[in-house]
Nanobody, 123 residues
């Protein structure tokens, strides 16, 4: 079955960097669009970035564009989210997702959710 395991979260000071990893299994990376969502306490889940490796597509939410980079390694079935210049507003639980039909730029389109990894940005 489809499984998505996110890792790499942690605590970092503002301006710092983290790299999240998503290990996908039960499908090959180029079959699905992979996305990262995040959820801060008291807020709705929001899309952060997405990738379609078959079509070499990427998408970024407006608040992270220029600071975050999503990439994929088809041979390892891994997707990464490099997060630079982190801000306190970037804190939250980050989820790796898989969507069959379209780039996952909205939570309602996601077919599979993995368990999240916590990102804390604080001085």
């Amino acid at each position: 079955q489809v499984q998505l395991v996110a890792s790499g979260g942690g605590s970092v000071q503002p301006g710092g960097s983290l790299r999240l990893s998503c290990a996908a299994s039960g499908f090959t990376l180029d079959e699905y669009y992979i996305g990262w969502f995040r959820q801060a306490p008291g807020k709705e889940r929001e899309p952060v970035a997405a990738i379609g490796t078959r079509e070499d597509l990427t998408w970024y939410g407006g608040t992270v564009k220029g600071r975050f980079t999503i990439s994929g390694e088809n041979e390892k079935n891994m997707v990464y989210l490099q997060m630079n210049s982190l801000e306190p507003e970037d804190a939250g639980v980050y989820f790796c997702t898989a969507t069959l039909a379209t780039m996952p730029t909205a939570a309602r389109w996601v077919d599979y959710w993995g368990k999240g990894t916590q990102v804390i940005v604080s001085s």
